[in-house]
């Protein structure tokens, strides 16, 4: 079983505001933050395998988890939906021996795009096929995907019991729910005993709601808090996609291409500021970013792990500033 409660690189985590003390060297080693109040320390850079599950067979799916734990990443997070469930087939070809220095986190999910099955039948077999794909006994963090898409009162009375038993056997460590919406996820926390809440670009450079809506109540429940997507679906690392943003008249597209040029005045690029500004939250546990390879393993860690310069700090804090005029433009 995976140790519980140890710490094999207690690095400090960030303070608020503040560049976190960075490993010098040619790879960057990620520093881990408490995973709530839950006795464990994990990772505060996770691996996203939806990138990976993209390229289908052409990936290197042992060369880039290689890499991650070459960093000292060790939340290695995906989703049976991810083109298949090719995510959890691979990474359980590839995990071998070394399934316990991992943290594996997945989810039940709508699927196929049909409605959200949610009974408690359905989110056993789903939790079943995926330990199977894994080739495990057991799954570190299990979610509730997309809680926006199913009945709520279905989710609580119904979905997340489910994987109460499903924890109370010993197939998941953790339980949790994941989605969009902040105010669900925010009643879920407060209402239910979930371990932990991810929610995905909802803190990034473009959009940090995730800091008033539901930080505050997590972290006084001890309720863990992963961040997905910081790159914000691509609006942040895809100058292109920001282009056809704007195109379509939306001001978030106009304000991400400023935003592209400001990094570039600074003497940086845009997916690097969102990954330092994204570090810098001490109360969030975890923060996921899809990676297509070793190469982008160890350039985003790079970036994740890095102090901004104080041109940097400003850039960061003018591309935040077009961001919020966007919005209530």
Not at 262 to 268: E, F, H, V
């Amino acid at each position: 079983m995976r140790p519980e409660a140890q710490d094999p690189d207690p690095t400090p985590a960030p303070q608020s505001g503040e560049g976190t003390p960075r490993t010098t060297g040619a790879t960057s080693r990620v520093h881990r933050r408490p995973l709530g109040a839950l006795g464990e320390n994990v990772s505060a850079f996770g691996l996203g395998c939806g990138p990976l599950a993209r390229l289908g067979d052409h990936a290197d799916w042992k060369g880039t988890l290689d890499a991650a734990m070459g960093c000292g990443i060790d939340v290695v997070d995906m989703a049976p939906r991810e083109f298949r469930a090719h995510s959890e087939e691979m990474l359980g070809r590839v995990m071998n021996d070394r399934r316990d220095d991992l943290f594996l986190s997945t989810r039940c999910t709508p699927l196929d795009g049909k409605p959200f099955d949610t009974s408690e039948k359905a989110v056993r077999e789903q939790l079943e096929a995926s330990l199977r794909r894994l080739r495990t006994d057991r799954i570190d963090l299990y979610q509730v995907h997309d809680v926006e898409t199913a009945n709520a009162r279905r989710l609580l009375e119904i979905t997340l019991p489910a994987l109460v038993a499903a924890r109370e056997r010993g197939e998941v460590r953790y339980i949790g729910a994941s989605g969009n919406s902040l105010d669900l996820l925010r009643e879920i926390l407060i209402t239910f005993p979930v371990d932990a809440i991810l929610s995905y670009s909802r803190f990034d450079l473009a959009n940090a709601d995730l800091a008033e809506a539901v930080l505050p109540a997590a972290e006084e429940r001890g309720i863990a808090v992963i961040n997905a997507s910081p790159l914000h679906m691509g609006l942040l690392s895809n100058p292109e996609h920001a282009r056809e943003v704007a195109a379509a008249d939306r001001p978030a597209g106009a304000a991400a291409e400023h935003a592209f040029e400001i990094a570039s005045r600074a003497g940086t690029d845009l997916p690097r500021l969102a990954l330092e500004f994204a570090a810098q939250e001490p109360r969030i546990a975890c923060t996921l970013v899809g990676c297509e390879n070793a190469r982008e393993v160890l350039a985003n860690v790079q970036a994740f792990e890095s102090t901004p310069t104080e041109l940097e700090r400003r850039a960061i804090e003018e591309i935040r500033a077009g961001f919020h005029a966007a919005e209530i433009a």
